[in-house]
Structures are given as structure tokens and as C-alpha cells.
């Protein structure tokens, strides 16, 4: 890994000539430009996957990799009740029905028991989600998806490069998104990706996300090449409902920056994580995520479970301002379980799609496991830009640790 002591910036490999390069083309966006295609290839090739897809945001790929899928009006999708509100909203946004299957208390991911609970004859997709950078627990759920015919859509946003039983993550479900957003591993601001070994669904997400141009390729997302098709006014050229989901050449630019050192990105992490973890092993209430055998985690954040009100009788809250007042980092808690959040929780969604949602109701108790763990949820940054910025916080943590122990 680089040492970026002397360069704590974002950007270290090849972000600003690439985005020169974009300036000086005369192509800035992925209709005529090189970088969504190389980005593409590039990503494809890396996480072994057919084809790759980019677009906009890591919600626009679980949009268009649901309707790719043909989930449509009145259809169910499970999705974990320990994540973002995107895989929900993204439901939503394909009139589907979200579903939670509720979590393991360990890992915090989706659980496969829960899931096969959930399933009713109006389910079509499951989207089990890497929370945190660990992989849920993936061959019940390919085994249950098989058994009652539905889709798997990994949401691999928070995971890149983690490993599931010796496979790489991305190619285990049907497709896979994942976020190019600014916390993520590899980041470009705002992007996505979505990959697939099926090339019909790598076609119609990328028609979804290209306004439906016809002429969109699975692996082609340049639709002016050839300007005497394109300039002729006989020409028709939308087959397919769509969005405008496209990544911009600068942010492909910057994403295949990253790409190129993505193993020292997500190692970092790791070796950040790893570091936190052993300094938590002093006390008996910071309980990281487990990552079972078999598994690895890429760390996008390090989870732990705080029980210290119980062990030390210190807060939740207090916990936090102990460790920023000592020269630490903010810890962010869990976002909330998504059917309480105000959005779903009081029905905004209804009147989208009246006669799909009318009787639609969420309420808490759903996913109890999931209610426990959310508020105890503490998420330590991994994201250093050198392994020395991170072990100056482990410090500063073992000696808040030290210090409430002596209370
Ligand atoms: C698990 C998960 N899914 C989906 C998303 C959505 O990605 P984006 O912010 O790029 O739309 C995010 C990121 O915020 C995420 O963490």
C-alpha cells in the first residue's frame, strides 16, 4: 500500500490524468465516450463477472436490476431489516412490495430461516445485502431462490472484493449492484455498477438506465456511433421505458482510477478493522460482527454491537462523546430499520400504486432481531488513508477503554 502520510487526499493514482483526458475530449458523456466502456470491461474482468453495466448510483442499478429482472406491480421482494432505505425504495420505485426477513444477530445479515418464512406465492425477488462488507450467508438462500423460482439480487454496495466460501462475491446471485458513492471503497462522488453472467439482463438494466435506446448492448452503451443511423429522421430509437441513469465519462474517469487500486483500498480497511478489533478484546462490550469461516469481510465499516450500559452502565451516547472528546473519531450508529422509517412507516409510498399498496402496513415487531441489534449498533471508521492515521485512534480508543474501566 502507498503511503499517503504525505498525501491524506482521496485521490493518488491516476484520478486527475484520466479526468484531463475527459476534459480534453470532445466526449463527456457515456453515449459517445471510452471511460463507461473501459470502466466496464475493467470491473467485469475483476470481479469475474460477463458483463458490467455503470451507472449513476448504487439505487438506479437496484432499480434497473429489479425491472431487468421483470419485477413489476404487486410483486414481493425480501430484503433485510438491517440496511439502507435503497432496497426498499427501489422496490418501491418498481411498484414491487418490499418484504423484511429479519437478521442474524451475529453477522447482522439477511437470515435464510427468515427469508423461506417470508416467501409467499406473490415473492419474486430476494436482495440480501453485504452488510458492512461481509456476505450474508448465501447457499440457503441460492437453495431457497431455486426451490421457489426467484430472482437474487446481491447488494454488494458496502462490498467489494469480499470472498463467500472461497467465491467472490458478485457473481453468487443473479446480478449484483454496487456503489461507487463518496464512503464507499471505490468511490467516484456519486456511480454504480451492476454485473451479471446474463446477457439479457445486462441489456435491458442498460436499456432501463439509458432511456431505452434500442440500439444498448449489453456490453455497448455508446448509442451515437454511428451518425448517419442516429441523424436520419425515419430513425426510431426507443424500444424499452427508461431512465437517464448514466455514470458521466469524468466519473467513470475516476472510478477506473480507483479500480486500478482497489486490493489497497479494501486492504487498508481490512488492516483498519483488524486493528480496532484486537484493541476491543480489552473489554467485553464492544462485540464487532462476526465473520463466520469460510467468509471474508472487506470491512467498508467495522460493526460492533455496544453493550457497554449493560457491562460498565455508560451510554450508548456517552460511549461516543468519551471517545471524540479524547481525540477520536465520530462513531455513526445503524440507520433505522427501514419499515420505521417515517417514509414507509406512515404509508408514503400509497398513492403511487393505490391498488398495490392499499394494504400495505408495516408496524415494529416485524423483524425483533433486527429492533435489538439497530439501536446497539456501533459503526467504527475503517476508512484511513494510512494504516499509522488508524492506529493513532486504536491508541486513543484503548485508553477510553482503560478509563471507563477504572469509573
Ligand atoms: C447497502 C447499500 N445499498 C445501496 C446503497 C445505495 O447506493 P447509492 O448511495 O450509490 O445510491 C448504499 C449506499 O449508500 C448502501 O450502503
Same mark, same amino acid.
Given at each position: 500500500? &502507498?503511503?499517503?502520510t504525505?498525501?491524506p %487526499?482521496?485521490? =493518488? ?8 483526458m475527459v476534459?480534453d475530449s470532445?466526449?463527456?458523456s457515456?453515449t ?6 473501459? =470502466? ?11 458483463y458490467?453495466v455503470?451507472?449513476?448510483?448504487g ?5 434497473a ?5 421483470g ?9 433485510? &431489516?438491517l440496511?439502507v432505505i ?5 422496490? *418501491?420505485?418498481?411498484?414491487?412490495v /418490499?418484504v423484511?426477513a429479519? @437478521? ?6 439477511i $437470515?435464510?430461516?427468515?427469508?423461506e418464512r ?6 419474486? &425477488? *430476494? ?9 450474508p450467508?448465501?447457499? /440457503?438462500i441460492?437453495k ?8 437474487? *439480487?446481491e447488494?454488494n454496495?458496502?462490498c467489494?472484493l469480499s ?13 449484483a ?11 467516484c ?15 435491458t438494466?442498460r436499456?432501463?438506465g439509458?432511456?431505452?435506446?434500442k440500439?444498448?448492448k449489453?456490453s455497448e ?9 442516429f441523424?436520419?429522421p ?7 421505458l427508461?431512465w437517464n441513469?448514466? =455514470? %458521466?465519462e469524468?466519473?467513470?474517469? @475516476?472510478?477506473? &482510477?480507483?479500480l486500478?487500486?482497489?486490493e489497497d483500498l479494501?486492504?487498508l480497511? *481490512?488492516?483498519?478493522?483488524q486493528?480496532?478489533?484486537?484493541t476491543?478484546?480489552?473489554? $467485553?462490550y464492544l462485540?464487532?460482527?462476526k ?5 471474508t469481510?472487506?470491512?467498508y465499516?467495522?460493526?460492533?454491537v ?20 479524547a481525540?477520536?473519531?465520530? @462513531? #455513526?450508529?445503524a440507520?433505522a430499520?427501514?419499515? =420505521?422509517? /417515517? ?10 400504486? /393505490?391498488?398495490? #399498496?392499499q394494504?400495505?402496513h408495516?408496524? %415494529? ?5 433486527a ?17 499509522n492515521?488508524?492506529r493513532?485512534k486504536?491508541?486513543i480508543l484503548?485508553?477510553?477503554i482503560?478509563?471507563l474501566?477504572?469509573k
Amino acid at each position: 500500500m &502507498a503511503d499517503q502520510t504525505e498525501n491524506p %487526499s482521496k485521490y =493518488l493514482g491516476n484520478e486527475l490524468k484520466y479526468i484531463k483526458m475527459v476534459l480534453d475530449s470532445e466526449n463527456w458523456s457515456a453515449t459517445t465516450g471510452n471511460w463507461n466502456q473501459t =470502466l466496464e470491461g475493467a470491473f467485469a474482468k475483476k470481479f469475474g463477472a460477463k458483463y458490467a453495466v455503470s451507472m449513476n448510483s448504487g439505487t438506479s442499478t437496484l432499480h434497473a436490476a429489479l425491472e431487468s429482472l421483470g419485477v413489476g406491480p404487486g410483486d414481493e421482494v425480501i430484503s433485510p &431489516a438491517l440496511t439502507v432505505i435503497m432496497d426498499t425504495t427501489a422496490t *418501491i420505485h418498481a411498484n414491487a412490495v /418490499p418484504v423484511y426477513a429479519d @437478521i442474524n444477530a451475529d453477522t447482522f445479515t439477511i $437470515d435464510p430461516k427468515d427469508v423461506e418464512r417470508k416467501i409467499t406465492d406473490k415473492t419474486k &425477488a *430476494i436482495i440480501p445485502v453485504s452488510l458492512y462488507g461481509l456476505p450474508p450467508d448465501y447457499d /440457503p438462500i441460492i437453495k431457497i431462490a431455486k426451490k421457489y423460482d426467484l430472482a437474487v *439480487i446481491e447488494d454488494n454496495a458496502q462490498c467489494f472484493l469480499s470472498t463467500y466460501k472461497g467465491r467472490m462475491t458478485g457473481t453468487i446471485g443473479h446480478m449484483a449492484s454496487y456503489s461507487f458513492e463518496n464512503t464507499k471503497h471505490l468511490s467516484c462522488g456519486e456511480g454504480g455498477i451492476l454485473i451479471t453472467n446474463d446477457e439479457q439482463y445486462a441489456e435491458t438494466a442498460r436499456k432501463i438506465g439509458g432511456h431505452g435506446f434500442k440500439n444498448l448492448k449489453a456490453s455497448e452503451g455508446r448509442v451515437r456511433l454511428n451518425q448517419d443511423i442516429f441523424q436520419n429522421p425515419n430513425y426510431k430509437r426507443h424500444d424499452t421505458l427508461g431512465w437517464n441513469y448514466r =455514470l %458521466s465519462e469524468f466519473n467513470a474517469a @475516476i472510478a477506473m &482510477a480507483q479500480l486500478e487500486r482497489i486490493e489497497d483500498l479494501v486492504q487498508l480497511r *481490512i488492516d483498519s478493522a483488524q486493528i480496532f478489533m484486537d484493541t476491543m478484546k480489552q473489554c $467485553d462490550y464492544l462485540i464487532p460482527q462476526k465473520t463466520p469461516k469460510g467468509y471474508t469481510n472487506s470491512y467498508y465499516t467495522l460493526g460492533v454491537v455496544y453493550n457497554g450500559l449493560e457491562s460498565i452502565g455508560v451510554t450508548w451516547e456517552e460511549f461516543r462523546k468519551a471517545y471524540i472528546n479524547a481525540g477520536g473519531d465520530g @462513531i #455513526y450508529g445503524a440507520w433505522a430499520v427501514p419499515y =420505521l422509517e /417515517p417514509v414507509i412507516a406512515e404509508r408514503k409510498f400509497v398513492d403511487r400504486c /393505490p391498488w398495490v #399498496y392499499q394494504d400495505v402496513h408495516y408496524h %415494529s415487531g416485524l423483524c425483533p432481531v433486527a429492533e435489538h441489534v439497530q439501536p446497539r449498533v456501533m459503526q467504527f471508521k475503517t476508512n484511513y488513508r494510512d494504516l499509522n492515521l488508524a492506529r493513532k485512534k486504536v491508541e486513543i480508543l484503548s485508553q477510553v477503554i482503560e478509563k471507563l474501566a477504572k469509573k
